[in-house]
Nanobody
Framework: QVQLVESGGGLVQPGGSLRLSCAAP????????MGWFRQAPGKEREFVAA?????????YYGDSVKGRFTISRDNAKNTVYLQMNSLKAEDTAVYYC?????????????????WGKGTLVTVSS
């Protein structure tokens, strides 16, 4: 069982930055592909970013966040991060951390093994 706990959400002005963190206590963190999804009110869940296990190094981003968001992981801290820059009002959503046995599951948004409870990001002036 993998428990994912997100933090770092909040209110930020357009153009601002936030960094989300997802802690995943346990000895198997490095073997999981990790990712972020988001869901805005009234909209479907959207893939944001994913990072594979360290030996692979593969990273993928959703089209709407490319060039603005950066995903990274620190296996020593069992934590994955999402650095969000140049935030826009349309980035407002609940952001969910996810873990999957393969990064392909992150890309297709199906077969995710574990989900966090989410953290709210609000971009507004």
């Amino acid at each position: 069982q993998v428990q994912l706990v997100e933090s770092g959400g909040g209110l930020v002005q357009p153009g601002g930055s936030l960094r989300l963190s997802c802690a995943a206590p346990g000895r198997t963190f490095s073997s999981w592909a990790m990712g972020w999804f988001r869901q805005a009110p009234g909209k479907e869940r959207e893939f944001v970013a994913a990072i594979d296990t360290t030996w692979s190094g593969r990273i993928y981003y959703g089209d709407s966040v490319k060039g603005r968001f950066t995903i990274s992981r620190d296996n020593a801290k069992n934590t994955v991060y999402l650095q969000m820059n140049s935030l826009k009002a349309e980035d407002t959503a609940v952001y969910y951390c996810a873990a999957a046995i393969t990064i392909v599951r992150m890309q297709i948004g199906h077969g995710i093994d574990y989900w966090g409870k989410g953290t709210l990001v609000t971009v507004s002036s």
